[in-house]
């Protein structure tokens, strides 16, 4: 391993099993994505959302944030997110398979609805954006308590647009609150492209509505997103309010198993996201600098492999839940 | 006349009535160039093109209330929401709004639009793409709501909304886009809102009923006729405004009623129906006014054995209906 | 025990459990400097700083939103809405998020917090600050729904929602604000939700309804007195959960139904609670279910005449009172 | 009257007759807010809202409008605005008395709930933003069948927090609609002060969210207020789509009949605001370029007055509606 000044992430004061770390959550968020995938072509997962390509904006963000301390409202796509917050290959699993012991929902939600008290993963429902405000909630309640630490949500561009963006930046503003709010602009909700989407250059430039910084970057440059993230979680700490952090980034698969896009972008376009990818680029750096070796390589994809298969042999194994259970929980018990 | 699919018919209703009307147009999300999340909507944006078949930003309230400013101006907007979960965010617009428009202006003013929604389960679409919301607008006055359970309906009232002077929310069950296709009148076809189909006559009991589940009733219905029970069987198709009369006639022609809907019971059409009854034609029931609804929980699980145990089926429906002809 | 106006009872309730409660706060719009536009919070921000009662921007689904993470998290938001009839723009948050936590995350989150609204009519708020709006929101399993006429149950009710580990609304005619005092005890004082109050009891007929009109219906009541009608009237309280055994005792003991509510008719509570009715004690019933409720149209108007034309008084009630004695 | 090109209101190619109408129309505004407050307080009127320091900003932004093409969505304070538009003191008055004759409502509504199809002022009701995106859809609908104009809306700015104003702008960005967004930031939204309420320092800053262009202007400088209207409107009829434009100016009645002010700001503050009021500043200024003399500043005076008196007496003795005819109207007669 390197110990050359000029490598960016010692620059940044992460070390080499911190960006080893990162990388490791990328892989599997990707492995477990794919299998999904396949799994419901195969017909055997009804319906998936995919993180590809976003795993590298997500890392970023994720490592940024202290998943010992802070909380998060993440959305469909933030798979890399949640892993980092201490959900599992198996956890996931569990919840495309919409089992009984599915931590998130007990296979009473769509994949991608994560949740964990135990993680501080706040559960997420389908319509976007409303867990924007709960973010604030969260951040505000801390303040009113005294304790130190950020609330995180995420949200793609087209949900930028939500009215719960607005109305939850703005009070977060307001109330100086340590709020994370990160988008990832992946150029597309659904169909529709960013240019008929949202009125402005950058998502980021929202945030001069708000009163607190809104920055643009590289969603594919993993260093890059962390040190946004960690600024933005400093400043927060420091009691400096709110950040809005666009990370630019592709949706390399069709928005859900049950969409088709071919109809509205260019098989070209794909390819060339392809090679931006973080998880290829990442990779590259992190074999530049002498992180990632043939051999550590070679394992980390045998890990993460087993540890897939695993969690699908474990998910495809496990209880359904028990129909009448659905009764269960409408209220406190 | 044509063998058609629901969601064909729905199409048809939407490019037949926007040849022949330019004010029509229709916007929502993903509505354009992907012609639907389900397909609804294919083909509109090349016959009519960008300014007719809007793909509007990701906000629904946005998507009602600009909808509704066109529509004051004098255009007939169609504002397809992509699943009627999301409505929520436009409630709003819908209730403070379009439905007040003509009564808050002393008829100055008014707002002739149609928001179609595709609703209800069994679909796997989980807590959020399974959800029956017309219980919260079958009680707003200034509104109709609508929902069909044939092809030849769906085009037929379709039309009808795309007419009317006033706001109409259009229910699509999803789940009958590509199940349920009957005989559908090619151009000119309109089925007026407010009254019921009655679907089936019989003498032993009769079920009220809309949307998928009238399938349902009328596939347990037959099962039941071999039993010796038989069924008269609504379809109201039309929930605000209610078809009073239709409701009363249904009722007393067997004085044992079961209403049956997807969506939970408590505070549900099934209940203003009931009420109706009771207060219309009370003393011609024999038996308790029954309702065979779902569960009075937040949405539908995702999990296959839990959706179904949301989900109402033709045979969970007979066995209610044996029960109240024993009765 | 003290003789109190409604809305000091409130301010009761919140301040006795503020004290008693690290976790509750307040947050709404103008509910500090201002004590709200009702002066309901009167005196909070002096007491509890700035910090538990929040002027928070004019956002209503950002009220609720945060208020939602803020209950996750652990804290007892108490959440102001200025009128009820603004809820509207909350709907999303208050049906897809609340309602859902806990049934979504399957226990894991809950949403321990209150919704506090002013609605209802009759003092010159017009379409937009008259309303009464229980029906969009009693069919939505996850919610409790409150409805207090007395002091008593303000102050008792109010404690129990701030209590209750699920999300509930708590409408405040406001009305009764300064109309209606009462005995209320002092310190503390626990109403429980989901219990309906026989306020009256008599032998021949029965009149169920809540809020304002309890008011109204007792009045009615005492006047049919001289008449020799006995009336037997329950107060609901609580519309989700609605107390079905008090209901159906009630629809017993006298076999005659009068439901009477402010909200119009169609679809109101009325229509489940004859629904029940129907359900469960049809052959107890000597007359058709009655509802008397405000009329099937947009909103209260505001002038004068129209206004009184919608609301209910005490004379249309025993009128109709009347009518059912005489069926 | 002067004719020296250094006179502002020529420059801005306004004519004497044209500045005198403004001055009119604010002054007739401003007489009907008084009276009916004062039949408020007599208990003659059960509920007023006040445009009271707000004229200015309305003459300024109205007359930049062309009112015989222009659809406009205005919110409750917007007196000045509707009387451009064609509302007269009698309509104003009627609606006051919530009588039968009333054109924005036939009594139904509360006074300042204005509407009128034949001066295209789209019926307002009391939620607040909601009338935000009807005026984009007015400008979207306008420019389907080709029309050329533009659809005015006003809001204050606690209501510029809410969703529907921020879905609203975003669309109408997207779709570079003919929109003038004007926000009639008056300070307070009823007690919770600007700080409190915005997080950003100009609610103008929003409109770099989607990608127009926001102005703040001085709102009590009646001029200035006119030509940042008329750029926008020229902007939006040559397909430039729409202007956020914020008038800074002062509310200086309390909120409406039912306030009481004194809880949350200072009479010093509201007697300064008062020396600003564009009524006092901008009568000076006709009076320096001598558009306004002693002659016809007493005959505007006595013209405004009885107007006012006749349309009060007018809608004193006039019909309450029938009380039955509340259910007429529901749907389409
Ligand atoms: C309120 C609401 N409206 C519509 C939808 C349907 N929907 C799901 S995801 C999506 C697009 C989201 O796009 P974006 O915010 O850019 O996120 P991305 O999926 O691209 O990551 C839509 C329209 C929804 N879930 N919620
Ligand atoms: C959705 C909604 N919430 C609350 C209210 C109650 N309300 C009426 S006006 C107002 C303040 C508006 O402030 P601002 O937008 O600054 O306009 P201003 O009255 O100051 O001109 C409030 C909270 C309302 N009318 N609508
Ligand atoms: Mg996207
Ligand atoms: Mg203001």
């Known amino acids: ?53 976003q795993e590298g904006a997500q890392a970023g963000i994720a490592f940024a944030l202290d998943n010992t301390r802070d909380y998060i409202a993440p959305y469909y796509r933030d798979l ?48 976007v954006a409303t867990q924007i405000p709960h973010a604030v909630g969260l951040a505000l309640a801390a303040k009113i308590r005294g304790e130190r630490l950020v609330a995180y949500t995420s949200f793609g561009e087209g949900s930028s647009n939500q009215g719960d963006f607005h109305e939850a930046c703005n009070f977060a503003g307001v109330h100086k609150l340590p709020v994370i709010f990160f988008c990832e602009n992946n150029y597309y909700a659904i169909s529709v492209p960013l240019a008929r989407q949202v009125a402005c250059e950058r998502v980021a430039d929202r945030a001069s509505g708000y009163g607190f910084p809104g920055i643009t970057v590289d969603g594919n440059d993993v260093l890059a997103v962390f040190k946004a993230g960690r600024d933005a979680v400093l400043r927060a700490l420091d009691g400096g309010g709110p950040t809005l ?65 695993a969690a699908t042999a474990y998910a495809e194994a496990a209880l359904s839940p028990d129909p009448a259970d659905a009764m269960k929980f409408v209220y406190a018990p | 006349m044509a063998i058609k699919l629901y969601i064909d018919a729905i199409r048809d209703a939407l490019q037949y009535e926007m040849r022949r009307d330019e004010s029509i147009f229709v916007l929502g999300e993903d509505v354009g160039v992907r012609g639907g999340v389900f397909r609804v909507t294919q083909g509109l944006i090349e016959e009519f093109g960008e300014a007719r078949v809007i793909d509007a930003p990701l906000a629904e309230s946005a998507i009602v209330g600009v909808a509704i400013g066109a529509a004051v101006y004098g255009m007939r907007p169609v504002a397809e ?13 819908i209730i403070s709004e379009a439905a007040k428009m003509r009564y808050r202006s002393n008829n100055d003013w008014s707002c002739p639009m149609v928001i179609r929604a595709p609703y209800g389960g069994g679909v796997h679409g989980a807590l959020y793409h399974s959800q029956s919301l017309e219980a919260l607008f079958y009680h707003v006055p200034g509104l109709k709501v609508v929902i069909p359970s044939t092809a030849a309906d769906a085009k037929g009232l379709l039309i009808a909304a795309m007419r009317d002077p006033d706001p109409v929310l259009f229910f699509e069950h999803k789940g009958l886009y590509r199940l349920v296709k009957d005989d559908v009148p090619d151009g000119e076809h309109v089925v007026p809102i407010g009254k019921a189909a009655l679907r089936r006559e019989g003498t032993d009991i009769t079920v009220i009923t809309y949307g998928l589940m009238a399938h349902y009733v009328l596939e347990a219905a037959q099962d039941l006729e071999q039993e010796g029970i038989s069924a008269h069987v609504l379809d109201l ?4 405004p209610l078809d009073r009369e239709a409701i009363v006639a249904a009722a007393r022609e067997t004085g044992k009623v079961l209403i049956v809907h997807e969506d939970n019971k408590t505070g549900g059409v099934g209940a203003e129906v009931s009420a109706i009854i009771a207060e219309e034609a009370l003393f011609d029931l024999d038996a308790p006014i029954a309702r065979l609804c779902g569960p009075d929980i937040p949405a539908m699980p995702f999990n296959a054995p839990q959706e179904k145990f949301y989900m109402l089926s033709p045979a969970k429906i007979a066995e209610a209906m044996r029960q109240l002809a024993a009765f």
């Open chain 1, 80 to 127: 890399a997110v949640v892993l980092r917050f201490g959900q599992t290959a198996r956890d996931v699993m569990l919840s495309g398979y919409a089992r009984r012991e599915d931590p998130s929902s007990g296979g009473r939600q769509m994949p991608g609805h994560f949740g964990s008290r135990a993680h501080r993963i706040l559960s997420g429902s389908s319509p």
């Open chain 1, 245 to 309: 952090i666009e990370a630019l980034t592709y949706r390399i698969n069709p928005h859900s198993s049950d969409d088709d896009d071919r109809a509205y972008r260019s098989r070209e376009e794909v390819e060339l996201a392809k090679q931006k990818d973080a998880l290829v680029t990442f990779a590259e750096y992190l074999r530049q600098v002498g992180v990632l070796t043939a051999s550590n390589e070679a394992q980390l994809s045998h890990e993460v492999t087993n540890e897939v298969d």
């Open chain 1, 1 to 53: 391993m390197t110990e050359e000044t000029s490598v960016r992430h010692h620059e940044l004061g992460l070390s080499d099993e911190e960006v080893l770390d990162m990388y490791r959550t990328m892989l599997l968020a990707r492995a477990l994505d794919e299998r999904m995938w396949l799994l419901n072509r195969a017909g055997k997962l009804p319906f998936i959302v995919s993180c590809k390509g």
């Open chain 2, 237 to 240: 198709r039309s929930i605000l």
């Open chain 2, 81 to 93: 929401i992509q699943f009627a979960d999301f409505i929520l965010p436009a409630v709003n617009q």
